[in-house]
């Protein structure tokens, strides 16, 4: 168990170095923290078009936590990275699960999902009017790691899933994302939906964690809002698992039929 | 007028960064090549040999110095220039990975102003020509290594140009590929084409070109016919052998024409000589004796330049 | 003439080839559904056409940014940047053909949203003004074309071109108006907006999809046109500048 957590810990700070080489922190502001803001701003946008103010903050806050669900999802790219690196069959050949190591290594998209969506919340809400009230609103920060880890769970399930076809990757990572724009009431309330549709959105990543926080907002008992909570840590795990089986499957199939190959 | 005309061409590269280096990679650099020739440009790795094969098909400017093919400055008239020349760099990238390789070829030939139908009839001739017809609707990305170098190639000769660039084009090649490939272009050099072809095989300078420049650290050492390279070759030739006895190397060090005999860790004794025909004296000596553990090889190119550089002046 | 269909076939075969071209023919109908149920959900009907535009601008702009802007970065990794600039055909007009048939596989996504809101939303929009509509989506998508040649050029010189790409989509669809418009935005935005030739394309698209005759056609139509013209003039400019530097300092290969 220590080894494990060790490597863990190893892979993490990897993933970190990794990501300190794309980002410096002005980079990270002018380049990515900016599109959020006009992400976000865009769609609250939409409120100000409507003349809602009511409608403006329930898009402003559905599509600041999207950004946590994004990045989330941006996940699904390092197992190509991995293969191209050619750790990947490394990986596989040491004694540790790979999935773990996996999601120790990419674990920093989870931390800047949770604080992006969080600073885009904190200063699109003052800029269009929106009211913060203080301190029920600290609420909404673990519940917005929660989401984070939730999205990129279901990030890293997806990333095994895809694993075999390195050219789509792009395509599934946007589609997805966009998907959970759509899906997971972060513009429209879930009642919108037909049936099967917010089923689905129920096992989805982002979708329970958006409505404890708005919960949150909204003054709901607390009760409610753990409880929202709770289902959204119970969708993270239950994609963990998912994604565990789904790379253990991977691991033996490669072993197998010889797609675990260096650089391919 | 002569095809390639190259006078006192230098090419500096300046470093991107304070701490690199400055880097020399032509340095007053002249040469002729007239037309109908197939002239070799022969040097190690960084010698400078891409470096002039590049300002020659006009993607990069020299620093200071002219350049001409077939009479049309490479910098001031590459509209001239283009139309007439064509260039195989090879290698693993320089082709649309997701297209087949008659796509490739298609591209090219719109690019070097064929009519699509030309460009598809000369497409299937160049692929037939380089033995690709089989393999010309496979995706570039399932080609082997020297497949790819193949289509390069054809990829150059889709222009009909009468200069050709080769930039080592047969690395990465297995030998029989890259035999035929010498052939072909010794094909090409009869329909009258005039090719400068760049690499860092001696033995393939040796037996495909008529002229030989040898250049080392941007400068030109020497323009040779290929037979002296070929005398050169052979004269310093080495021999490794295991278990010789000691009567036997004392003989073979008393011979004219060894130059050194030394206990060599690994190998045996190497014997080293710089006479031509003396190789089979000692190979003779060593058979007679029972030694069957017998390696020859051939001067590596550093050693071949200092034996030319030693000798300027001195006739080979 | 040759280049640009040389270059427009090019394209078209990788396209083929390349799943990640889908990008903006799959998010497109899918951004239709999110702003038409946003707006059905509000009982906006009347905002059914500017949801249903938005999509198919946002899908030309990612074209033009992403797709278009990478590419002679792209042949650049792929030593496929040095061939082209020693053939005899130029590299602008190959650029342009690539060009032109990725904004003509983008022109698809107008047909795509108008079938997915119909399919899911049972949204049916009369076509007032079809000349002009179809006019106009010409006009934008030769725009979006010269922006995206000014895109290419720009790219092979920043070193984190990623970086900016990542970042110039949603800005730019809310300084140009994608899909609220322009009037919308503070006051002091708007001078930058009018300089955006998307701003006039989408202020133009929404006007020829309302009833009412669209006013001042033909100088609006021209605006987008011109400033589609100068950020290409721009554009070709700055390629040819960057194309002429990087044959002096032997950067047309990466080493």
New interface residues.
């Given amino acids: 168990m220590a080894a494990t957590l060790n490597v863990m810990r190893h892979a993490f700070h990897a993933g970190l170095a990794d990501y300190r080489a794309i980002f410096t922190w002005r980079s990270w502001l002018a380049g990515w923290y900016v599109r959020v803001l006009f992400q976000v701003g865009f769609f609250a946008l939409i409120g100000e078009r409507l003349g809602d103010d009511d409608k403006t903050y329930y898009l402003l806050v559905g599509n600041s936590m999207l950004i946590a669900g994004q990045l989330g999802v941006f996940s699904l790219n390092m197992t190509t990275a991995e293969r191209w690196a050619g750790t990947l069959p490394l990986l596989v050949a040491s004694p540790s699960s790979p999935v773990l190591v996996f999601s120790a290594r990419g674990a920093y998209l989870a931390v800047d999902g949770a604080l992006s969506a969080l600073a885009a919340l904190f200063v699109a809400g003052p800029i269009f009017g929106m009211d913060l009230p203080w301190p029920r609103v600290l609420a909404v920060i673990p519940v917005t790691l929660v989401i984070a880890a939730a999205s990129y769970a279901f990030g890293t399930f997806l990333a095994g899933v895809v694993f075999r076809f390195r050219s789509v990757n792009s395509l599934v990572v946007v589609t997805t994302y966009v998907a959970l724009m759509a899906a997971c009431g972060v513009n429209v309330p879930l009642s919108y939906y037909p049936e099967p549709v917010e089923l689905l959105s129920r096992v989805l990543p982002l979708t329970n964690g958006l409505l404890a926080i708005r919960d949150a907002f909204a003054g709901a008992p607390a009760a409610e809002i753990v409880g929202n909570t709770a289902l959204e840590a119970a969708v993270a795990l239950g994609w963990m698992i998912a994604a565990l089986l789904s790379f253990n499957r991977l691991a033996s199939r490669g072993r197998r039929d010889g797609s675990l190959d260096y650089g391919a | 007028m002569e095809a390639v005309e190259v006078e006192e061409i230098t090419?500096v590269?300046?470093p991107r960064r304070r701490s690199g280096t400055r880097v020399v990679a032509l340095d007053d650099v002249s040469l002729t090549v007239p037309t109908g020739e197939i002239h070799g440009l022969l040097g190690p790795n960084g010698a400078g040999k891409t470096?002039l094969v590049?300002i020659l098909?006009?993607?990069?400017?020299p620093t200071s110095g002219r350049a001409r093919v077939l009479g049309h400055d490479v910098v001031d008239e590459t509209?001239a220039v283009?139309?007439l020349?064509g260039?195989v760099?090879g290698?693993e990238?320089?082709?649309?990975?997701?297209?087949t390789g008659r796509?490739n070829l298609e591209?090219?030939g719109?690019?070097?102003?064929l009519s699509t139908r030309d460009a598809k009839t000369r497409g299937q001739q160049l692929l037939e020509r380089v033995g690709m017809a089989d393999k010309a609707d496979e995706?570039v990305e399932e080609y082997s290594r020297g497949m790819k170098q193949r289509l390069h190639l054809a990829?150059g000769l889709m222009?009909d140009g009468k200069v050709l660039f080769l930039d080592e084009p047969t690395t990465g090649m297995d030998p029989l590929a890259a035999r035929e490939f010498r052939t072909l272009i010794g094909e090409l050099r009869d329909e009258g084409r005039t090719i400068l072809l760049a690499t860092h095989d001696m033995v393939e300078a040796e037996t495909v070109c008529d002229r030989v420049t040898l250049i080392d650290r941007g400068k030109i050492v020497a323009t040779e016919s290929p037979r002296t390279l070929g005398q050169v070759l052979s004269r310093f030739q080495r021999v490794d052998a295991e278990g010789a006895s000691e009567e036997v190397l004392s003989k073979i060090r008393a011979l004219p024409g060894v130059s050194s005999v030394a206990a060599v860790d690994g190998v045996g004794t190497r014997i080293e000589v710089d006479e031509e025909g003396v190789t089979q004296l000692v190979l003779e000596l060593l058979v007679e004796a029972g030694v069957t553990s017998v390696r020859t090889s051939l001067p590596s190119l550093d050693e071949v330049y200092v034996q030319l550089i030693g000798e300027r002046g001195m006739e080979i | 003439m040759?280049?640009f269909?040389?270059g427009f076939?090019?394209e078209l075969?990788?396209v083929r080839?390349?799943p990640d071209a889908l990008i903006p023919l799959l998010t497109a109908p899918l951004f239709a559904i999110i702003f038409l149920a946003i707006v059905r959900q509000s009982g906006r009907s009347d905002l059914e056409p500017d949801a249903l535009l938005a999509p198919v601008l946002m899908s030309l702009w990612w074209i033009a940014l992403v797709q278009a802007g990478s590419m002679i970065t792209a042949d650049r990794?792929?030593?496929?940047l040095?061939?082209?600039?020693?053939?005899?055909?130029s590299l602008a007009s190959?650029l342009v053909g690539r060009i032109a048939c990725l904004m003509s596989v983008g022109l698809l996504s107008f047909f795509e949203v108008w079938l997915a809101g119909w399919l899911i939303f049972g949204v049916s929009i009369p076509f007032e003004h079809p000349l002009e509509l179809a006019l106009t989506l010409v006009a934008t998508a030769l725009a979006m074309a010269g922006t995206a040649v000014a895109f290419a050029a720009l790219f092979v010189m920043t070193r984190n071109a990623y970086t900016f790409i990542n970042s110039a989509s949603f800005p730019f669809y809310v300084l140009g108006g994608v899909l609220v418009p322009v009037a919308y935005l503070p006051d002091w935005i708007e001078p930058v907006s009018s300089l955006l030739f998307l701003s006039w394309s989408a202020d133009l698209l929404r006007a020829t999809l309302k009833e009412p005759a669209v006013d001042d056609f033909w100088s609006r139509l021209a605006m987008v046109l011109v400033l589609g013209a100068i950020t290409f003039a721009i554009g070709r400019a700055v390629l040819f500048h960057v194309l002429r530097r990087m044959?002096?300092?032997?950067e047309?290969?990466t080493a």
């Fill in positions: 090419r590269f300046e470096t590049k098909s006009t993607v990069l400017l509209h283009r139309p020349i260039i760099f290698g990238r320089g082709l649309y990975w997701r297209l796509q591209y090219w719109a690019l070097y102003k995706r990829r222009g | 040759r280049g269909l040389a076939l090019l075969r990788v080839a390349n990794w792929q030593a496929v040095e061939p082209v600039i020693a053939a005899p055909t190959v044959r002096a300092k032997g047309l290969a």
